[in-house]
């Protein structure tokens, strides 16, 4: 299989727990996105990477989220100080660059789902 | 302010008929859209795309209308499929304006195709 990974996929927690999360992109993909959608929601953008430069955090990505691509392959989410608003699915999706494809569509993982309590 | 809205929660069509989804978006900024599915527990699958130079495109049974002028998308799917049942997301980006080509999504709409 050769799309996008995540993992776990599904996460149970306490309030105050830390939890990180593992997305693996498409190979050559060197952009990859990280997303959390809600109950009724759509997908809602959170960060951004280009190989392994974090270029844009949304106003949703609060100081107790952090995200790292340290080699340019994948990708982990950390979430520290879990709270039960926390709780959502959390997705990555990876693009290729303009050589390989459109860059603009992105390919989604299956998903995270994190249940704090 | 959400900037792409899909005003239908839900849409229940018999099969064999068409399916029309619709998407508004206020930014005139955007210059790609998309449609995704999404079945529950998974992640989004892609569609169809289509660039704001174009007003049309077609893959099979599904085919994406754009009217720039009134900042509208639809999604036709000729003929539905008990297996199209599903949430359909509407998605813009824009390569320009400092969005870093990030997808801002509708709320979706769940499409039921009954036999």
Known sequence: DTGVSQDPRHKITKRGQNVTFRCDPISEHNRLYWYRQTLGQGPEFLTYFQNEAQLEKSRLLSDRFSAERPKGSFSTLEIQRTEQGDSAMYLCASTPDGLAGPRETQYFGPGTRLLVL | ?115
């Open chain 2, 1 to 115: 302010d959400q900037q792409v809205k899909q005003n239908s929660p839900s849409l229940s069509v018999q099969e064999g008929r068409i399916s029309i989804l619709n998407c508004d978006y206020t930014n005139s900024m955007f210059d790609y859209f998309l449609w995704y599915k999404k079945y529950p527990a998974e992640g989004p699958t892609f569609l169809i795309s289509i660039s704001s130079i174009k007003d049309k495109n077609e893959d099979g049974r599904f085919t994406v209308f754009l009217n720039k002028s009134a900042k509208h998308l639809s999604l036709h799917i000729v003929p539905s499929q008990p297996g199209d049942s599903a949430v359909y997301f509407c998605a813009a980006s824009a390569k320009y304006g400092g969005s870093q080509g990030n997808l801002i999504f509708g709320k979706g709409t769940k499409l039921s195709v009954k036999p």
